[in-house]
Each structure stands twice: as structure tokens, then as C-alpha cells.
């Protein structure tokens, strides 16, 4: 093997550079000592944070920050008993460090199994190594689904590249000898061998990694967007409320500093919601491991709530409806005395011995026609062109130097206008649920992907591949749950209908051609059919988008090449482990077993993770918005904030904290709608408002009655402890067995802290006057909590009417408009 020190741009001039011959790369040696100078393709950044990184995200968080600093000053005036707050930080703490480590044990468990890995040539044998130990000009074997591991130029063969992941250009690019391969990029027709040029994180695509984090950040999730934009209000009016409070309570009710210190952090300590991030943060952890027990890898954490809210589905026919396996039906010869069964048998199988079987349907047709490849005694056809099938084009050639070129694929791409002679026995064989191929011989060899000249057609060929046993379930699931599917093939509509008729779709009958439709119709039809055939990877894309700008959230799951560009636009992507790299690359989430049957599970989980999480949040914002009120209130109204800290930590540990962990955990299955933060405001604010009136109450009573500040800070916590049971209560509907043990438990557990330990919660005895307001307001407190709750419904249906009215206006004002 010749050897060359070549002083490149693409690697520092120190390093010595080989040119190995294709067909053996590079030997055993050289590839260890590159691997020893740390010129190899190890990620730029590991695929989940480190146990280090675990434990100080979750240390280091803005809120635990702030309980620090509050606590700090409750050290410094000497009120110790009220650090109890710090309890229920450091479990926080605890319990998020455990549930991620958890998390990530999965992640990286399922990551191993489903690493991408990559065909290379050394010391003249093919290797398959993972990419991460692919070295700097190693030889690479690259074929159709392959994704490009690290720079490369080609050395041998001819590929069509499509860079849409990298470089946003959708339209395949053809490369040759001495072309550039991009990192990122992926094949989607022919092979080659190419040599690395760019490893680790010298590659494009790692350059384009480091970019993108030191200029942003991964997508966020609406919930995760919505918790954000909580923090960041917060912080902003957190800082300023509370010193005005202190100050407030310093020079204008001239009360001591510790009493002083004690309300201001209690108002400030009420206003965090000290466990919503790790309630998020838990049940996020624990639906990746569930989801990791069902064979599914998580790649953004996002994806999981976004499976919640999903509407529309979008899948394949082939590995999804049906089996991956294809199998050759029948050969249909169209003039038998042009050409017969023999010769055309021959010539498929001299076809399919030039050519790679870089599909399901190709490697279908070899096992039918040529099942011994490198067979000595078989005729061989000398080959002089190759055009490799594409999922755009639909159709493959292969020139032979005496026998002239033949074409193989989609018959009405093939033929174009001659086609409406042949549609009807088409038809006839996919109305059975059959792929319809056309073996036609052309009078010229192809240049590029337009035949310019008419097509003798010679043969049909059917190839079939049975409906799963599972399907016609799957697809029940999702109907029955309001999920549209919508079925997207490259496959004739005539087939793709009748296959989706037997698995039970609805609307299977009205199957679309997509490559008879512009892109304006497409869009259109979007809305209105659910069964697409002969669609290309951009119209997929067109597709997905049209559907979300129409407002659903659409899941697309995908396991070829044809998918990778719909899948990376779709609001969930799902790829089946046992398709392309480049799908799984860059799907969300991977079925490790590839059994589109086990999706309704999945789906179920990410309901329940994000339904329960929208349902335990509300509890931690009624403290949210009550504290904040309040303080606002105070803040302009002589009155001192009425409850000390360490009652604040009783009463969130009972009525929010530990009943919101139990409730984030169980089964919830109702499809998500409406948006996070309204969706948790809108629950929240009755409770709130209820604690906001209640409370104000006994500050008038106590203005009136002269009652002392240690009875208004007692029945001021007593009635806080009871509106949280009412919330409670409320989120626990339906009840059930497990819901009636949380509530009975959390309330038993209130009874024996305001009567066991009242000292120690500060809480003290209460005078005749005393007992019997307090008696009063809780009897209010339903009362109150249900007026307020029968508001909020009311708006609610006021606001779904007039949600209504203004569609039905947009709608039939578009209809007027056509009409017009």
C-alpha cells in the first residue's frame, strides 16, 4: 500500500496522511496508532450528562439558590426553627439526583445497543466497528441508508447524497471519485468507498454541533418552555418584592427584625415552587426508564410530552402495516412473443446481479431471480452503467454492453404517457394489496433522472408482504383514541388502499396519487384524505408540515432513508431500530424491536408522564399565586404577611409535596389538550383566590376583634391547611382507592401536626372569640372554593364558544372566498 504525507487544511501538519487503496485501507497498525494519537471519531460531546454534571444541575438550580441565600438570612437573625424548609430542599435534591442517574443508566444502556456503526476496509477485509472507532483515513463502505460518520472523499463508486441535515438542500447530489462526503449527510442511492478526511471533531457536522450550543439551546417542549418563562417571572419580581417587604415591615409596622425577616421569607418562600421543577424533572426520569422497559430509547426528553398531545400519525405501508419482509408474487409478461417468461427471467436476474439490493423490494427481487449471486456456472451480462434505485425518481437502470438497458421500477414513472395503456391491468394487480413493478427496456442509456424517450414495457412483477397480525388493533387504538393516521407510501395509491383497507384505517377507500398533485393540492389534501401513494421524501415533508401549520401535533414514524427528511420535521419522529442509521439518527425516539404494535404504549406513556404532571403542577401554584397576591396586597395595606415559614413547609409538604409525587406517578390516559401553563393556571387560580379571600378575612376580623398576631398567624395556617385539602381534593377526582388513602392520609397527617405539635409549628391556643371566626371560615371555605371554581368554568365555556364562533367565521369566510 502506497503511504504519503500529505499537509492538508483538514488536519494539523504534523500529522501523516495515508492514501490507501480502496480495496485494502488501512492496516491493523497504522489504524491503532491513529487511535493512540487520538485521531479517531469520538463524539464531541458524550450522549447524556456524566453523574457529576447530574448531581450540580441538580444543586445548582436557580430556586435551590435562592432557599440558600433565605435561609442564610433566617441563620443570621437567629430563627432556626423555621430553616425546616431546607428538609424539603435537600429531599428535592436527593430524590431528583437518584431518578436521573436512574434515567441515564437506561439512556446509556439502550444508546449502547443502538449505537450507529460502519462498514470499513482494513488489511483488505470488511470490519463493521461502531463509528467512534472509525480512524482518520480509514476506508469506508457506504451504501443506501448509510449515514456519514466523518468527512470523506470518495474514491470509488458513485452515490447520491442528500446533505438536508446539514445543509438544508432537500434535492440528492450525486458523488463521484474524488467528491466530498459531508458528516451528517446520508445515502439514499448506490455505494462507494470513501477515505476519511475529517474525524471527531474536526468534521463538518461536529463544527455544526459546537455552533449550535455555543448559539443556542436543544428545543424545548411547551411545558418546559411554559416552566421557563415561570422561573424567569419570578426571578424578576421575587428580589424587589422582597425588599420592599423587609423594609416595609422595618420602618412603617416598626416590627423587629427577626419578626420582620420571618414574614418577608415566608411571603418570598411561598412564592417558589420549590417542587414543580422535580416533580417535572421525576416524572420525565421515570417515564424514559418505563419507556426504556418497553424496548424504546429516548433521544430528547421533549418527545414525551409531545406524544400526549399528538392528533395525527403518519406511517409507512412497508414495516409498519405490513411485515418488512417482501417476497416476488408473479412474473406477467406483456407480449410474450417479444419476449418470454425465460428471457425475462433471464434478464432480471442478470439485472439484479449487476445491481445492489439496497432495499426490501431489491433484495426481494434478487432472492427471486438470482439467489446465487457469485454462482461461477451463472451467465454473466457485462455491465457498463448503473443507476441506483431512488425513492424520489422511483425507478432504477442498469446499461449492459451487448444487451442494451433495462429499467426496472414504478410503472407510471417509467412510462409517463404511454402509461395509460398499461393502468388498468396495474389496477387490477394492486387492488390485491400488491407492489406492481415494470421491467421495460430503454433504447438509450440514462444521463441523469429523466427518460427522454419512451420505454418498451416487458414484464409486470408483483411482490407482496402480509399485513401484521397486530395492525388492525394498533390502528383500532389510535381511532378509538381520536389519533388520525395517515398513511404515506411511495407505493401505487391502488395498493397502498387496499392494504390500509385490510388493516382497518378509515378513509382507506380514497386513496391520493400524490405525484399527480402540485404542492398547493397536496397541502390541501392534507386535511381530507388519510391514505397517500406514490409520494417522494419532499412531498413526506410537505405532508408533516401542511398538517401542523393546519395546528396538529403530528407523530411520523419512518425506518428508510425516504422518511429521514419528514421525520426530522415532525413534531414527534419514531424510527424502528431495525431501519437506516440516518432515520434513527435523527428520530426522538427508536423502537428497539420495531414493532409499530407497541407504539399505543408509548403513546399511553407519554400521556400519563405529562397529563400528570399538568394535574400535581396546579397544586404547587395555588401556593404560587395565593403568596404572590398576598404579598402584593401587603404591600400596600398596613398588615404584617400573615404565616411563618416553617407552617408554609407543613402545609406544602402535606397538601402539595407528597401528594403530588404520588399523583405523578399513575396511570392517566386521556389525550392532552389545550397548553400547559393556561391549562395549570386555570386549575390553580380557584384554590388560590379562595386562600387570597379567606385570608384577608381574618385580617379584617382581626383589625376588628384586636385578636394578637400569633392567633391571626394560627388561623390564618389552619385555613390554608384546609383550603389545601379542597384542592386537593379536587385534583384527586375520580376518586379511587389509592386517591382516598393519599387525602385521608395527608389530612390525618395535618390533624396530628396542628394537634401533636403546635408548638413546634408555632401555632398557638386560640381564644372563645378566636375559635369560633376561625369555626366560620371554615365552613366559608367550601363554600367560597366552589363559587370561584363555577366562575372559572363559566369563563371557560364562555371562551370554547367564542373559540367556536371565530372559526366557523374563518371557515366559511375561506368558502365565500372560493366562491367568489
Given at each position: 500500500?502506497?503511504?504519503?504525507?500529505?499537509?492538508?487544511?483538514?488536519?494539523?501538519?504534523?500529522?501523516?496522511?495515508?492514501?490507501?487503496?480502496?480495496?485494502?485501507?488501512?492496516?491493523?497498525?497504522?489504524?491503532?496508532?491513529?487511535?493512540?494519537?487520538?485521531?479517531?471519531?469520538?463524539?464531541?460531546?458524550?450522549?447524556?450528562?456524566?453523574?457529576?454534571?447530574?448531581?450540580?444541575?441538580?444543586?445548582?438550580?436557580?430556586?435551590?439558590?435562592?432557599?440558600f441565600?433565605?435561609?442564610?438570612?433566617?441563620?443570621?437573625?437567629?430563627?432556626?426553627?423555621?430553616?425546616?424548609?431546607?428538609?424539603?430542599?435537600?429531599?428535592?435534591?436527593l430524590?431528583?439526583?437518584?431518578?436521573?442517574?436512574?434515567?441515564?443508566?437506561?439512556?446509556?444502556?439502550?444508546?449502547?445497543?443502538?449505537?450507529p456503526?460502519?462498514?470499513?476496509?482494513?488489511?483488505?477485509?470488511?470490519?463493521?466497528?461502531?463509528?467512534?472507532?472509525?480512524?482518520?483515513?480509514?476506508?469506508?463502505l457506504?451504501?443506501?441508508?448509510?449515514?456519514?460518520?466523518?468527512?470523506?472523499?470518495?474514491?470509488?463508486?458513485?452515490?447520491?447524497?442528500n446533505?438536508?441535515?446539514?445543509?438544508?438542500?432537500?434535492?440528492?447530489?450525486?458523488?463521484?471519485?474524488?467528491?466530498?462526503?459531508?458528516?451528517?449527510?446520508?445515502?439514499?442511492?448506490?455505494?462507494?468507498?470513501?477515505?476519511?478526511?475529517?474525524?471527531g471533531?474536526?468534521?463538518?457536522?461536529?463544527?455544526?454541533?459546537?455552533?449550535?450550543?455555543?448559539?443556542?439551546?436543544?428545543?424545548?417542549?411547551?411545558?418546559?418552555?411554559?416552566?421557563?418563562?415561570?422561573?424567569?417571572v419570578i426571578?424578576?419580581?421575587?428580589?424587589?418584592?422582597?425588599?420592599?417587604?423587609?423594609?416595609?415591615?422595618l420602618?412603617?409596622l416598626?416590627?423587629?427584625?427577626?419578626?420582620?425577616?420571618e414574614?418577608?421569607?415566608?411571603?418570598?418562600?411561598?412564592?417558589?415552587?420549590?417542587?414543580?421543577?422535580?416533580?417535572?424533572s421525576?416524572?420525565?426520569?421515570?417515564?424514559?426508564?418505563?419507556?426504556g422497559?418497553r424496548?424504546?430509547?429516548?433521544?430528547?426528553?421533549?418527545?414525551?410530552?409531545?406524544?400526549?398531545?399528538v392528533?395525527?400519525l403518519?406511517?409507512?405501508?412497508?414495516?409498519?402495516i405490513?411485515?418488512?419482509?417482501?417476497?416476488?408474487?408473479?412474473?406477467?409478461?406483456?407480449?410474450e412473443?417479444?419476449?418470454?417468461?425465460?428471457?425475462?427471467?433471464?434478464?432480471?436476474?442478470?439485472?439484479?446481479?449487476?445491481?445492489?439490493?439496497?432495499n426490501?423490494?431489491?433484495?426481494?427481487?434478487?432472492?427471486?431471480?438470482?439467489?446465487?449471486?457469485?454462482?461461477?456456472?451463472?451467465?454473466?451480462?457485462?455491465?457498463?452503467?448503473?443507476?441506483?434505485?431512488s425513492?424520489?425518481?422511483?425507478?432504477?437502470?442498469?446499461?449492459?454492453?451487448?444487451?442494451?438497458?433495462?429499467?426496472?421500477?414504478?410503472?407510471?414513472?417509467?412510462?409517463?404517457?404511454?402509461?395509460?395503456?398499461?393502468?388498468?391491468?396495474v389496477?387490477?394487480?394492486?387492488?390485491?394489496?400488491?407492489?406492481?413493478?415494470?421491467?421495460?427496456?430503454?433504447?438509450?442509456?440514462?444521463?441523469?433522472?429523466?427518460?427522454?424517450?419512451?420505454?418498451?414495457?416487458l414484464?409486470?412483477i408483483?411482490?407482496?408482504?402480509?399485513?401484521?397480525?397486530?395492525?388492525?388493533?394498533?390502528?383500532?387504538?389510535?381511532?378509538?383514541?381520536?389519533?388520525?393516521?395517515?398513511?404515506?407510501?411511495?407505493?401505487n395509491?391502488?395498493?397502498?388502499?387496499?392494504?390500509?383497507?385490510?388493516?382497518?384505517?378509515?378513509?382507506?377507500?380514497?386513496?391520493?396519487?400524490?405525484?399527480?398533485?402540485?404542492?398547493?393540492?397536496?397541502?390541501?389534501a392534507a386535511?381530507?384524505?388519510?391514505?397517500?401513494?406514490?409520494?417522494?421524501?419532499?412531498?413526506?415533508?410537505?405532508?408533516v408540515?401542511?398538517?401542523k401549520?393546519?395546528?396538529?401535533t403530528?407523530?411520523?414514524?419512518?425506518?428508510?432513508?425516504?422518511?429521514?427528511?419528514?421525520?426530522?420535521d415532525?413534531?414527534?419522529?419514531?424510527?424502528?431500530?431495525?431501519?437506516?442509521?440516518?432515520?434513527?439518527?435523527?428520530?426522538?425516539?427508536?423502537?428497539?424491536?420495531s414493532?409499530?404494535?407497541?407504539?399505543p404504549?408509548?403513546?399511553?406513556?407519554?400521556?400519563?408522564?405529562?397529563?400528570?404532571?399538568?394535574?400535581a403542577?396546579?397544586?404547587?401554584?395555588?401556593?404560587?399565586?395565593?403568596?404572590?397576591?398576598?404579598?402584593?396586597?401587603?404591600?400596600?395595606?398596613?398588615?404584617?404577611?400573615?404565616?411563618?415559614?416553617?407552617?408554609?413547609?407543613?402545609i406544602?409538604?402535606?397538601?402539595?409535596?407528597i401528594?403530588?409525587?404520588?399523583?405523578?406517578?399513575?396511570?392517566?390516559?386521556?389525550?392532552?389538550?389545550?397548553?400547559?401553563?393556561?391549562?395549570?393556571?386555570?386549575?390553580?387560580?380557584?384554590?388560590?383566590?379562595?386562600?387570597?379571600?379567606?385570608?384577608l378575612?381574618?385580617?379584617?376580623?382581626?383589625?376588628?376583634?384586636?385578636f394578637?398576631?400569633?392567633?391571626?398567624?394560627?388561623?390564618?395556617?389552619?385555613l390554608?391547611?384546609?383550603?389545601?385539602?379542597?384542592?386537593?381534593?379536587?385534583?384527586?377526582?375520580?376518586?379511587?382507592?389509592?386517591?382516598?388513602?393519599?387525602?385521608?392520609?395527608?389530612?390525618?397527617?395535618?390533624?396530628?401536626?396542628?394537634?401533636?405539635?403546635?408548638?413546634?409549628?408555632?401555632?398557638?391556643?386560640?381564644?372563645?372569640?378566636?375559635?369560633?371566626?376561625?369555626?366560620?371560615?371554615?365552613?366559608?371555605?367550601?363554600?367560597?372554593?366552589?363559587?370561584?371554581?363555577?366562575?372559572?368554568?363559566?369563563?371557560?365555556?364562555?371562551?370554547?364558544?367564542?373559540?367556536?364562533?371565530?372559526q366557523?367565521?374563518?371557515?366559511?369566510?375561506?368558502?365565500?372566498?372560493?366562491?367568489?
Amino acid at each position: 500500500m502506497k503511504k504519503t504525507i500529505e499537509k492538508e487544511d483538514t488536519a494539523p501538519s504534523d500529522v501523516e496522511r495515508y492514501t490507501p487503496d480502496p480495496s485494502h485501507g488501512l492496516t491493523a497498525e497504522q489504524a491503532a496508532q491513529r487511535c493512540r494519537a487520538g485521531l479517531d471519531n469520538r463524539a464531541v460531546n458524550p450522549p447524556s450528562k456524566t453523574v457529576g454534571q447530574i448531581i450540580l444541575s441538580n444543586i445548582l438550580t436557580f430556586f435551590n439558590l435562592i432557599f440558600f441565600a433565605l435561609a442564610g438570612c433566617l441563620i443570621l437573625v437567629g430563627s432556626y426553627k423555621n430553616l425546616m424548609f431546607l428538609l424539603v430542599v435537600v429531599a428535592n435534591i436527593l430524590i431528583g439526583i437518584v431518578q436521573e442517574i436512574r434515567a441515564k443508566r437506561v439512556i446509556d444502556r439502550l444508546t449502547l445497543l443502538t449505537a450507529p456503526h460502519a462498514t470499513v476496509i482494513r488489511g483488505g477485509a470488511e470490519l463493521i466497528l461502531p463509528t467512534e472507532e472509525l480512524v482518520l483515513d480509514d476506508v469506508a463502505l457506504f451504501a443506501p441508508g448509510s449515514q456519514i460518520a466523518a468527512d470523506a472523499v470518495v474514491l470509488e463508486g458513485t452515490v447520491q447524497v442528500n446533505e438536508a441535515l446539514v445543509t438544508g438542500e432537500s434535492r440528492p447530489i450525486t458523488r463521484g471519485p474524488g467528491d466530498p462526503l459531508l458528516s451528517g449527510s446520508f445515502i439514499t442511492a448506490g455505494t462507494c468507498r470513501a477515505r476519511l478526511d475529517k474525524v471527531g471533531a474536526d468534521s463538518y457536522a461536529s463544527r455544526l454541533t459546537v455552533e449550535a450550543k455555543s448559539r443556542g439551546r436543544k428545543r424545548e417542549s411547551e411545558m418546559m418552555r411554559s416552566l421557563t418563562r415561570l422561573v424567569q417571572v419570578i426571578a424578576v419580581i421575587i428580589l424587589p418584592i422582597g425588599i420592599t417587604m423587609l423594609l416595609k415591615h422595618l420602618f412603617m409596622l416598626d416590627m423587629p427584625l427577626q419578626q420582620s425577616m420571618e414574614a418577608t421569607i415566608a411571603a418570598l418562600v411561598g412564592m417558589i415552587p420549590e417542587g414543580l421543577y422535580l416533580l417535572t424533572s421525576v416524572a420525565l426520569a421515570v417515564g424514559v426508564i418505563r419507556l426504556g422497559r418497553r424496548h424504546t430509547l429516548v433521544h430528547e426528553l421533549s418527545c414525551i410530552e409531545t406524544l400526549a398531545r399528538v392528533d395525527v400519525l403518519c406511517v409507512d405501508k412497508t414495516g409498519t402495516i405490513t411485515e418488512n419482509e417482501m417476497r416476488v408474487e408473479q412474473v406477467v409478461p406483456l407480449e410474450e412473443e417479444r419476449m418470454d417468461s425465460e428471457r425475462i427471467r433471464a434478464v432480471l436476474a442478470a439485472y439484479y446481479q449487476a445491481a445492489d439490493a439496497d432495499n426490501s423490494t431489491a433484495e426481494a427481487m434478487r432472492a427471486a431471480f438470482c439467489p446465487h449471486r457469485t454462482d461461477p456456472n451463472r451467465p454473466r451480462w457485462k455491465t457498463e452503467a448503473l443507476i441506483p434505485f431512488s425513492s424520489s425518481r422511483k425507478w432504477s437502470a442498469v446499461t449492459f454492453t451487448a444487451e442494451g438497458t433495462y429499467l426496472v421500477g414504478a410503472p407510471e414513472l417509467i412510462l409517463r404517457a404511454g402509461y395509460e395503456a398499461l393502468r388498468e391491468r396495474v389496477d387490477a394487480l394492486s387492488a390485491g394489496g400488491s407492489r406492481v413493478l415494470l421491467l421495460a427496456r430503454y433504447g438509450h442509456t440514462p444521463q441523469d433522472d429523466i427518460l427522454h424517450s419512451p420505454a418498451e414495457p416487458l414484464a409486470l412483477i408483483t411482490l407482496g408482504n402480509p399485513i401484521r397480525e397486530t395492525a388492525p388493533a394498533t390502528f383500532h387504538f389510535f381511532a378509538e383514541q381520536g389519533v388520525a393516521v395517515k398513511v404515506i407510501s411511495g407505493d401505487n395509491p391502488v395498493t397502498v388502499s387496499e392494504v390500509a383497507r385490510r388493516a382497518g384505517i378509515g378513509g382507506a377507500e380514497n386513496a391520493v396519487d400524490a405525484s399527480a398533485l402540485s404542492d398547493e393540492e397536496l397541502k390541501a389534501a392534507a386535511e381530507t384524505c388519510s391514505v397517500f401513494g406514490r409520494v417522494s421524501p419532499d412531498q413526506k415533508r410537505t405532508l408533516v408540515g401542511a398538517l401542523k401549520k393546519n395546528g396538529h401535533t403530528v407523530a411520523m414514524t419512518g425506518d428508510g432513508v425516504n422518511d429521514v427528511l419528514a421525520l426530522k420535521d415532525a413534531d414527534c419522529s419514531i424510527a424502528m431500530a431495525a431501519g437506516s442509521d440516518a432515520a434513527c439518527h435523527v428520530s426522538q425516539l427508536v423502537l428497539m424491536n420495531s414493532d409499530f404494535a407497541s407504539l399505543p404504549a408509548v403513546v399511553m406513556e407519554g400521556r400519563r408522564v405529562i397529563n400528570n404532571i399538568e394535574r400535581a403542577a396546579s397544586l404547587f401554584l395555588v401556593k404560587t399565586i395565593f403568596s404572590l397576591l398576598l404579598a402584593l396586597v401587603t404591600l400596600f395595606v398596613a398588615i404584617p404577611y400573615p404565616v411563618q415559614p416553617i407552617q408554609l413547609s407543613l402545609i406544602s409538604s402535606l397538601t402539595i409535596g407528597i401528594p403530588a409525587f404520588f399523583l405523578a406517578l399513575e396511570p392517566n390516559h386521556s389525550r392532552t389538550r389545550g397548553h400547559f401553563l393556561p391549562n395549570v393556571i386555570g386549575r390553580a387560580l380557584p384554590g388560590g383566590l379562595t386562600d387570597l379571600f379567606l385570608l384577608l378575612g381574618i385580617q379584617l376580623f382581626t383589625a376588628v376583634f384586636g385578636f394578637t398576631a400569633d392567633e391571626r398567624s394560627t388561623m390564618s395556617a389552619v385555613l390554608l391547611a384546609t383550603v389545601g385539602l379542597l384542592v386537593l381534593y379536587q385534583v384527586c377526582k375520580p376518586f379511587n382507592a389509592k386517591h382516598a388513602l393519599i387525602w385521608t392520609a395527608m389530612a390525618a397527617g395535618l390533624v396530628v401536626a396542628i394537634f401533636g405539635f403546635a408548638g413546634f409549628f408555632m401555632l398557638t391556643p386560640l381564644s372563645l372569640k378566636a375559635q369560633l371566626v376561625l369555626a366560620l371560615f371554615l365552613l366559608l371555605a367550601y363554600s367560597v372554593m366552589h363559587f370561584f371554581l363555577w366562575c372559572f368554568e363559566r369563563l371557560e365555556q364562555f371562551g370554547a364558544y367564542l373559540k367556536k364562533r371565530v372559526q366557523a367565521r374563518r371557515y366559511f369566510g375561506r368558502r365565500w372566498g372560493k366562491k367568489d
